[in-house]
């Protein structure tokens, strides 16, 4: 039989995150979105609450506590602020190359500063000529004696500006077909932020430009084998990217049905509440069947994570689902509100713009399909 | 070390207070039907026992009365800090008011063995009676300070507290063991940490029923609750809409006229 409830410890976890959420992070989302800035006061909390340990072993000073209880905190967290979840689900993205293909020592120099949140992780594959299409990018690599000398330029990375430890794919100079993943550190000479940009949401999330200028990268710093690195950037985009982006849609979904349905009980119209209304309800189910089933396809895909499954494709269909019922919660959040829903006082005004950073994130939804086809006509 | 028992109630989810509904027959509240949560006020009354762990040799016990169901706020004291959660559940024990609820947990304290204080919330959210930690007292034979605000001095046998009054606050010199009930005012709860629930995995609930405190079934849950309660009834907020007519300054008037007459302004 399949028991799809969540033990009393995953329910714990749930509240915990929910209460750092409403805690930590509520207070501080006006500041983001006045500022667009990354709160400071918000990442070194979410260092002190352990978020950035959960999928790191135990024996590198994490929690070890998987992807069924990371995307509990995401799905929590983005509840009351997309921004910050989104932050944070990279940070985890930049992690996990470390862990599923970095030597011993890689694995002890960098992880347990990593897990206090004392350094942050980023990951950097996309470029202005390649992105759902990795092999586009320009980014290269040629040896030198034991390092590497890289150049290029990556563009919307998430973090850019924050991270200290950054995956970063590049070309073979030689051999255009063979691709490596590098550890770079911020500081690192000819390595260096750019241009950071203004997006339509998340505001307080930040994402720009990496410059990589002749930079000379010690062999050490190679992650996983030399010409295999696409494996290495892309396992962990499908499995740990896509489920972020899961746990990123999830929140906002509720956060847009919970707005919603206070407001439809409070708002008079008619003499009566709109929640009263016919039209208005069929929203309100809308919004709650898309969000059961969301849960459903992404707990479903952690799940198989968990276990050790390759959990890609589910996680791109769930990819696909929830961060387009975000979108379509989101609308109907809006218009359930009327005009208030344009005011910036009102949450489903931000809740709009979020919605829509979430689906190019981690691969568009037509990229999510053509994941989804290849995988059912294997 | 000092030997610490926070009393804590699993309480319907205030947050959800408009879920809750009475049972018409046994005029108690139905809290199945709305999550059980810590009970807000005990949340400050762990505070409390954990600020003194980490300034001294300290054990803590959870102690709590419920149904099983109240097993998970237990664990989230363990998960919060404490060393050992107790959850005393029988049928027998349901339906207690606050003097045999006070009884119960007494009696249980006194099983535990010696103890240097018990903390309690002032009051819970639900029966909100804030007689339970008196009576624990009552029946422990123990002082007992209520609504402590501060804890002042905390060395030797001899602890001074403020406890709060209605217009300041009494500066009280209490010889342990004592009881004490404390106000949201006395600390900031801290939140549950990702690897204290972990450490709570090792930790352990020990469960005693009726025959474990060796107490008679008279003096238990609702036969040993001398309270009667003959009627509870919810309360309902209802809104009336009344649209204003005239010219801007009319319904201006009208509304202020509203405004005085109902007490807003």
Same mark, same amino acid.
């Given at each position: ?15 915990a ?27 070194k ?37 997309v ?22 020592e890689?694995?002890k120099?960098? /992880?347990?500063?990593?897990? +206090? #949140?004392e !350094?942050? @992780?980023?990951? %950097? ?5 390649? =992105? ?9 690599y ?13 563009c ?6 924050i ?6 794919l ?18 690192m ?14 505001r ?18 190679? /992650?996983?084998?030399?010409? +295999? #690195?696409? !494996?290495? @950037?892309?396992? %962990?985009i499908?499995d740990?990217?896509? =489920? ?13 049905l ?67 019922a975000a ?13 208030? #829903?344009?005011?910036?006082?009102y ?5 709009l ?16 399909k ?9 | ?5 926070v009393?804590v ?34 949340k ?121 009054l209605?217009?300041g ?73 009344e649209?204003l007519?005239g ?19």
């Open positions: 039989m399949i028991d799809f409830t969540f033990t009393e410890e995953q329910e714990m976890f749930r509240k995150a929910s209460e750092f959420a409403e805690t930590k992070v509520a207070p501080k989302v006006g500041e983001m979105e006045a500022t667009g800035e990354v709160c400071d006061e918000v990442v909390a979410l260092g002190e609450a352990e978020m950035m340990a959960l999928t790191i072993p135990e024996e590198y000073g994490g929690l070890g506590l998987g992807y069924t209880v990371r995307l509990i905190a995401l799905e929590e967290i983005s509840k009351v602020s921004a910050t979840a989104m932050m944070l689900q990279v940070f985890a993205l930049g992690i996990e190359p470390i862990i599923k293909f970095g030597t011993e890689q694995k120099k960098y /992880l347990p500063a990593l897990a +206090k #949140g !350094r942050l @992780a980023s990951t %950097a594959v996309t470029e202005a000529t390649g =992105g759902s299409d990795p092999t586009g990018i320009r980014t290269s040629r040896k030198e004696g034991n390092d590497y000398i890289l150049n290029g330029r990556k919307f990375i998430t973090n850019s500006h991270a200290d430890t950054i995956t970063t590049a070309k073979d100079n030689e051999n255009p077909k063979a691709f490596s993943t590098f550890i770079l550190e911020k500081g000479e000819g390595f260096k932020p750019t241009r950071e940009e203004h997006k339509l949401g998340m307080g999330c930040n994402t720009g430009e990496l410059a990589i200028d002749n930079c000379r990268v010690p062999g050490e710093n190679l /992650l996983g084998e030399k010409g +295999k #690195g696409m !494996r290495v @950037a892309l396992s %962990a499908g740990v990217g896509r =489920g972020g982006m899961v746990g990123c849609a999830l929140g906002l979904q509720a956060a847009c919970e707005a919603s349905v206070k407001f439809a009980n409070e708002r008079i119209l008619y003499g009566k509440p709109i929640s009263n209304l016919q039209t208005i309800q069929n929203k309100l189910a809308e919004m709650k069947i898309d969000l059961e089933a969301g849960r459903l396809l992404g707990y479903r895909a952690a799940a198989i994570q968990d276990k050790g499954g390759r959990s890609s494709n589910e996680f791109a269909a769930a990819k696909y689902f929830t961060t387009e979108q379509k919660a989101a609308k109907m959040a809006v218009d359930i509100h009327g005009g208030y #829903g344009c005011m910036e006082e949450a489903v005004s931000r809740y713009r979020d919605s829509f950073v979430l689906g190019p994130s981690a691969g568009t939804s037509d990229i999510m053509v994941i989804v086809a290849r995988w059912v006509l294997s | 070390m000092i030997n610490l028992v009393c109630k699993a309480v319907p989810d205030p947050q959800q207070a408009c879920n809750i509904r009475i049972d018409p027959v046994t005029k108690t509240l139905m809290r199945c039907e709305v999550p059980l949560v810590l009970n807000p006020l005990d400050n009354a762990m505070e409390a026992a954990l600020e003194l762990k980490e300034q001294f040799d300290a054990h803590i016990t959870a102690l709590s009365m419920g149904p099983l169901d109240a097993e998970g706020i237990v664990r989230e004291c363990l998960a919060l800090g404490a060393d050992q959660g107790i959850l005393l559940s029988d049928r027998a024990f349901a339906g207690a008011d606050a003097y045999a609820t006070a009884y119960t947990l007494a009696t249980a304290i006194a099983k535990i063995g010696p103890v240097d204080v018990v903390f309690c919330g002032m009051a819970s959210s639900d029966g909100s009676t804030e007689w339970v930690g008196p009576e624990i007292a009552m029946f422990l034979g123990l002082p007992v300070v209520t609504m402590v605000e501060e804890i002042v001095e905390c060395r030797g046998p001899q602890w001074k507290v403020k406890a709060s209605e217009h606050y009494r500066l009280m010199q209490v010889q342990l063991p004592a009881v004490f009930t404390v106000t949201r005012e006395l600390n900031t709860p801290r939140a549950l940490v990702f690897s204290g629930i972990i450490k709570a995995r090792k930790k352990l609930i020990v469960r005693w029923e009726i025959d474990d405190l060796g107490v008679p079934a008279e003096a238990v849950g609702l036969k040993g609750s001398p309270t009667i309660v003959s009627k509870l009834t919810t309360t309902e907020s209802k809104r009336e809409v649209i007519t010219t801007r300054e009319e319904k201006a008037a009208q509304l202020l006229r509203k405004m005085v007459d109902s007490g807003v302004v």
